[in-house]
């Protein structure tokens, strides 16, 4: 292993902004979970298949364990705990998950949540068809997709009401 | 993953002098760069970030066809409006690769650079011969695990598939590349295995896709791209054929027909064979099937992958089947 400075990087996290010094190699992921205490993001498979990972780079689902944290500076990250309101009032996303019991272990639960705000806001989540494709980066070990369905289902018709 | 220096290109030129120096590589949405990276298949010294250079993922249309540039991400020139009525099989290719979370990530230029998913490359801990990432070291594939490796275009050195579906529809099209002032057209863009399998793409040292040029036609706006593969969603192509075509004024005989396949060779696989053999033709399901063998002349399979010979053309013959009955 090369040893290589540490880079200071300013990130912009659920509208805080934040100084840090990483080595480049460190992910967004990593980031948020090891240097920031945000711990809500989820690490899976750390490769690019599980969805676990998921976060909002300006406004864009986008995995946080291929994503530098050096090159999210100067974008806009919302990850999980940037979701409710400043009052604690839940995403309809989340209340949909909550009320369609939409988890079993839970591990998987905020890169779906996160996934999900940005399928309904892309326009693709228009029958339980275009969920299940356009949800199809987001794996669930436990199997709950029916239930993942359903609350993606209800929440895009809560949000489009 | 090995660390490595970080540098944030802020021209095109800036990025182009940067990669030239060794050890460096370009990384744009990092989708297969900082993959291998963690795999220890690439071990950048640098990495030169173009992900935030200004006016390179423009996407323009005009009469002749349309430019997409290298930063453009493939979630929005699926979702583009004329990309979708101009060039159908390309926006279907790009909606069914990957995820939605990848797609916003990687880059067009980035995805004509990804690499086989060959488990063998991906894994040099564990397995140590690979010719195209260590030159001369041996194929493990050959003789190993086959189900998903190629059957057209392969050598005894390498017999690792080309992944891609965009790349795909593009070498179907006749699209070119351009690498600044340089223009090199799809197919010759994507080098066959042979002797050097570790020498993928026509791409020097400093050099840097800037854009991809599509020209239009009535095949490319009556096309598509049909994916087989072991799930419904989020898996690479067991066998994928972009196929466009266009009829005489009968509305029966083919005028223009263009045929590539995926998932199946070494690169994107243009099928001519198929195409001479049908222009001029009435469309009846009968002669497509037939012709559509053509599209794996010289097939050989290394055992496991041995479905890919039968399935091809029937894909092939299904896309071509079912562009016509639009007709």
């Known amino acids: ?161 | 993953m090995r660390d490595f220096s970080y540098l944030r290109a802020n021209t095109v030129d800036a990025a182009r002098q940067a990669a030239a120096l060794p050890g460096a590589m370009l990384l744009a949405g990092g989708t297969t760069l900082i993959d291998l990276a963690k795999c220890g298949v690439t071990e950048p010294e640098t990495v030169v970030d173009i992900s935030h250079l200004n006016g390179l993922d423009r996407i323009t249309v005009d009469d002749r066809g349309v430019t997409i540039g290298a930063l453009a991400r493939m979630s929005s020139v699926a979702d583009h409006a004329e990309i979708k009525s101009r060039f159908p099989a390309v926006s279907e290719a790009l909606w069914q690769a990957a995820s939605a979370q990848l797609r916003n990530m990687a880059t067009i230029g980035g995805n004509l650079m990804q690499r086989t998913r060959c488990p063998y490359f991906r894994d040099p801990a564990n397995f140590p011969a690979c010719n195209k990432r260590t030159p001369g070291s041996g194929c493990t594939a050959i003789g190993g695990v086959t189900r998903g490796h190629a059957v057209l275009g392969t050598s005894e050195a390498c017999i690792a598939t080309y992944p891609g579906d965009l790349a795909t529809a593009l070498v179907a099209f006749d699209a070119v590349v351009h690498l600044g002032d340089r223009q090199v057209a799809v197919d010759d863009f994507f080098l066959l295995p042979g002797t050097t399998p570790e020498r993928e793409h026509a791409i020097e040292p400093g050099e840097m896709i800037t854009a991809i040029s599509i020209p239009g036609s009535a095949a490319a706006g009556r096309s598509t791209y049909l994916k087989v593969r072991d799930r419904q969603s989020y898996e690479f192509a067991a066998a994928s054929a972009a196929v466009g075509i266009e009829f005489e004024t009968d509305g029966r005989t083919i005028r223009d027909l263009r045929v590539a396949l995926g998932g199946v060779a070494t690169k994107p696989w243009r099928a001519r064979a198929v195409e001479e053999a049908l222009k001029g033709k009435l469309l009846e399901a009968d002669i497509v099937k037939q012709a559509s063998l053509l599209a794996i002349e010289g097939a050989v399979d290394h055992g496991a992958n041995h479905y890919k010979i039968e399935l091809a053309p029937r894909i092939v013959a299904r896309a071509i089947l079912k562009m016509g009955e639009t007709a």
């Open chain 1, 1 to 161: 292993m090369t040893s290589k400075t540490r880079i200071p990087i300013q990130l912009q996290i659920n509208g805080q902004r934040h100084e840090l010094e990483v080595e480049p190699r460190v992910t967004l992921l990593d980031a948020l979970r090891d240097h920031l205490g945000l711990t809500g993001t989820k690490k899976g498979c750390d490769q690019g298949q599980c969805g676990a990972c998921t976060v909002h780079v300006d406004g864009q689902r986008v995995l946080a364990c291929l994503t530098l944290a050096a090159q999210a500076q100067g974008r806009a990250v919302t990850s999980i705990e940037g979701l409710a309101d400043g009052d604690g009032t839940l995403h309809a996303v989340q209340a949909a998950f909550l009320e369609q019991d939409a988890f079993q272990c839970g591990y998987c639960t905020p890169g779906q949540i996160m996934s999900a705000v940005a399928c309904i806001r892309e326009g693709h989540a228009g029958s339980d068809d275009e969920i299940r494709e356009y949800m199809a980066g987001n794996l669930c070990r436990c199997g709950a997709y029916p239930h993942i369905v359903a609350a993606v289902r209800q929440a895009a018709l809560e949000v489009a009401s």
